[in-house]
């Protein structure tokens, strides 16, 4: 049985999330996307919003499943009996912190393999804070978020 975690901020999941968790609920038996909770960001969404949201997106996906975490990533993995971690790769330019990460995962959990997926090259320029802004400043986010998601964003900033 093979159960990979895949963690993030998601706020929110966007079409780009969507792909690596279609990618990897091909290659792992079980993956568990896992919002974090201890992001030194200032979220726009709860972390129960965020579940729910992720929730929703993935529901025809019958081997994914959504979760959230305190701590630290190695610990969750563990506790979940997971020895994968899911990071996508958007440019050249996320693997200088995913390198560092990663390493520093194995560091703590030698055990713990990081495995590095690149999204389809039209999410590629896709990231969750410039979605905030289009969505925050009237613009149309249907071709970057699940339609669920982009609902949810036409209230937040509708208020
Ligand atoms: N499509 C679209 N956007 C993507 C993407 C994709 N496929 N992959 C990454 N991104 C974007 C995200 O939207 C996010 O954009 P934003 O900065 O504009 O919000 C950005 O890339 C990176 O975010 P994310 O992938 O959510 O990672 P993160 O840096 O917010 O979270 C954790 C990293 C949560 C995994 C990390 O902080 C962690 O492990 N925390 C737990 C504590 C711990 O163990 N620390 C030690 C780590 S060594």
Redesign the pocket.
């Known amino acids: 049985m093979k159960r990979a975690i895949y ?5 929110p999941f ?4 969507l ?2 968790v279609q990618r990897a609920t091909s290659i792992f038996d079980e993956v568990i996307v896992t919002v ?1 909770k ?2 030194t ?1 200032q979220p726009l969404f709860s972390i129960e919003d965020r579940v729910e949201m992720i929730r929703e997106s993935i529901s025809d996906l019958p081997n994914a499943r959504v979760d959230s ?1 305190e ?5 969750y993995t563990k506790r979940q009996n997971a020895t994968i971690i899911i ?4 440019m050249i330019s ?1 693997f200088e ?1 995913e390198f ?2 990663a390493l ?2 194995r560091k ?1 959990a030698e055990h713990i393999t990081t495995v590095f997926l690149m ?1 389809e090259e039209r ?1 590629t320029y ?7 802004e289009i969505a925050q400043l009237g613009g149309d986010c249907k071709p970057f978020v699940p339609l669920n998601i982009e609902k949810r964003l036409l209230e937040k900033y509708s208020r």
């Open positions: 963690p993030g901020t998601f706020d966007t079409n780009g999330h792909d690596i974090a201890n992001s960001k975490f701590g630290l990533l190695v610990d990071r996508g790769v958007r996320d912190f560092q990460m520093m995962n703590l999204p999410y896709l990231s969750s804070s410039i979605v905030r």
